[in-house]
């Protein structure tokens, strides 16, 4: 995993290793084939690459904060979008 801050490692292999079969790489290389993950917050996409049956590389990039506000005792966070 490269790129991620606002998330852990392990955070980020949940997210993409999903479901019955998300530990299989080829069930992984034909689920991300040509498209990457969105939807995540603080993230603008992720990259899921199969590097051998055994190896993955998950590139995520995350987006640029612009900055937050605290409201009712939580915080909310602004980004260019």
């Known amino acids: 995993v490269d790129g991620n801050i606002h998330y852990t490692n392990e955070e980020i292999m949940d997210m993409v290793m999903e479901g019955r079969y998300g530990n299989n ?42 900055g937050y506000v605290e409201y009712l005792g939580r915080y909310m966070y602004f980004d260019r979008d």
């Open 25 to 66: 790489s080829l069930y992984l290389a034909m689920k991300y084939r040509d498209k990457g993950i969105e939807g995540v917050p603080f993230v603008e996409k992720m990259d899921v690459n199969i590097l051998s049956p055994n190896t993955i590389r998950i590139s995520v990039y995350e987006k640029a904060l612009a």
